[in-house]
């Protein structure tokens, strides 16, 4: 029997409308650029599909980016229910783990997500509230991504907090998580609830397990590491989308 309590429908032959759902417009501008894109603006990028780059935007009040995975789902919410797509496809930033080889600016692709900061001790509720989630490529495919993009594949945990406590640590461990962000379960549980099909694929700017040793704070990281980051995902992400458009 499987780790995950959902599974998402398997990766279309040859998707027509692909949304794009990127967190934060740092992160999107690079990629935006690379593919030819504009938030809210769909683009027909080939003859076989076109791409539409979703970004929750800034808050008025604040004035930052709306994070986290309450805004990920109102947004995805929202850009579903204007033009359904035929794939999701998620690309962001995350913490990755040097306990498990992993550096800045690497690559992950993500097989699987849930939340690790949820904790709620009654039979079903927990597991409901965790949202363990099988993405939808599979194995093969995901091994063939690997290869071109020079990723790794694994889960990436989500939670609502950029640093992580004692007992998220012994499950990343346990769980062998390459990745951490706060937004793909969210995403992953619209994408369960309307039966859409979803893709991931992460870059670390930040180590968690240094982090939580003493080392450099993961807010810091995050910033030093995020043009970096960001311009690894933006070359990684005409590749990826090709291939998941069917193309040569």
Known sequence: MPDWTHELPPLPARPARILLFIAMAGEAAPIAHALGLRQG??????????IELVVPGAD??????????????????????????????????????????????????ARDTMFHDARVALPGFDAIARAHTRLSPSDA??????????????LASSGSSLDATDGEMALFARTRTLAKDMELAAIASVCAAER?????????????????????PAHEAFVRNLARTCARLAEAAPVLLTALRGED
């Open 41 to 50: 603006a769909s683009a027909n990028t080939s003859t076989s599909a076109s």
């Open 60 to 109: 008025p009040i604040v004035g930052v980016d709306r994070i986290g995975p309450a805004y990920a789902s109102w947004a995805l919410t929202r850009a579903i229910a204007v033009r359904r797509p035929d794939l999701v496809v998620n690309m962001g930033t995350a913490g990755g783990f040097a306990a498990q080889g992993l550096g800045i600016a690497d690559l992950v692709l």
């Open 141 to 154: 495919t995901l091994d063939a991504l690997a290869t071109a993009l020079g990723a790794r594949v694994g």
């Open 196 to 216: 859409l099909p979803l893709v991931s694929l992460k870059g670390v700017t930040d180590l968690v397990d240094h982090a939580h040793a003493g080392g450099e």
